[in-house]
């Protein structure tokens, strides 16, 4: 994978105009194959580009995040027939496009967990061919809160390349030996270093849009008290128990394999694809016994690994502040909402 800390090393910068950022994204199509925001009625998604006309830099956030390019929402690990084991092949080295620090942040979790004990090599593979685009946020989504976990709306490491909209240009900074690779397939100016403090400005700027106000200490704290307290009862009242704030959460990795054969028996695939805890069956066993079924246990579970169990598995809260899971909740549950009424306000 090409992710590694900015140093005096790649101190160069360059600068690409808006209206040549689709040849950018052309050039490197001739290479890699290219993944990036595009519109899809009125919302955005992360797919492969067709050309550079179809990349929108402007979006907010997408639906599904950029995790589904290195885990699949559904995908065959290998298929059998006649005794024969035929693994499946992936298309080759990618290019995450636009992508934000928050969703940078949450591939770097992604990272720690697929390599924790026993490394995925179906992750690995594809992580190993990835490489990532960033683009710092100038503008603050409705439901974002990024700025309080701290994974935005600047990016400082974790890129190959880093863009930072300047009103009529990109600035382009690298990151990794990958990203100077990538520069190679390109031709661009060099920036002055005045354009350094024009980005800072920006930022600054932006930094000052966010609302909420709340420590991450403060959550864990809040939390630590708080696994019988009655506001949980009616929090799952308004839940559904559908599973989107799963579905669209860039940190979440639990999944399922079945296997799947014909009727003769000798030919059939082995398949994973992505599963919810806060989903009835996530937790049923042999025999039917089932570990959480009561959708307050659910909900409370969904909660507590983000804001508390991911931290002490690997150092840092599993929840980036993208707002995916809020602009999707039917119920509109916000976990900062209910960590604040858990809380008592």
């Not at 709340?214 to 308004?238: C, F, I, Q």
Request: charged content about 25%.
């Amino acid at each position: 994978m090409a992710v590694a800390k900015v140093s005096e090393r790649w101190a160069a910068m360059s600068l690409v105009p808006k209206e040549e950022v689709g040849l950018l994204v052309d050039g490197l199509a001739r290479h890699y194959q290219v993944i990036g925001p595009k519109q899809k009625g009125k919302a955005f998604v992360l797919e492969k580009l067709a050309s550079g006309q179809e990349l929108r830099l402007d979006y907010q956030t997408s639906i599904l995040p950029p995790r589904k390019a290195l885990i699949r929402p559904r995908e065959t690990m290998f298929s059998f027939h006649d005794n024969q084991v035929e693994t499946v092949q992936d298309a080759g080295p990618q290019v995450l496009f636009g992508l934000h620090p928050c969703d940078v942040h949450a591939l770097t979790l992604l990272d720690q967990v697929f390599s924790l004990e026993y490394e995925d090599p179906y992750y690995a593979a594809r992580r190993q061919q990835t490489y990532v685009v960033a683009l710092n946020c100038t503008t603050v989504g409705e439901n974002c809160f990024c700025y309080l976990m701290g994974t935005g709306p600047t990016l400082r490491d974790g890129y190959d390349l880093l863009l930072t909209d300047l009103g009529n240009e990109y600035l382009v900074e690298v990151g990794s030996d990958a990203g100077e690779e990538l520069l190679r397939h390109l031709s661009l100016r060099p920036a002055p270093r005045v354009r350094v403090v024009e980005k800072e400005k920006r930022l600054d700027q932006v930094r000052r849009q966010f609302r909420q106000q709340m420590e991450v200490t403060e959550m864990r704290e809040v939390l630590a008290g708080s696994y019988n307290h009655p506001a949980w009862r009616e929090l799952a009242k308004d839940c559904l128990g559908c599973g989107n704030c799963t579905m669209v959460c860039p940190t979440c990795f639990c999944f399922q394999v079945k296997d799947q054969l014909e009727l003769d028996l000798n030919h059939g695939q082995r398949v994973r694809e992505w599963d919810s805890c806060l989903l009835w069956d996530y937790s049923l066993v042999a025999l039917g016994h089932n570990f959480r079924p009561q959708l307050e246990t659910r909900l409370k579970q969904r909660l507590y690994h983000k804001l508390y169990y991911y931290e002490d598995q690997i150092g840092t809260p599993g929840c980036v502040g993208c707002g995916r899971c809020v602009t999707n909740c039917p119920a509109g549950i916000h976990p900062l909402e209910v960590v604040a009424r858990l809380k008592g306000e």
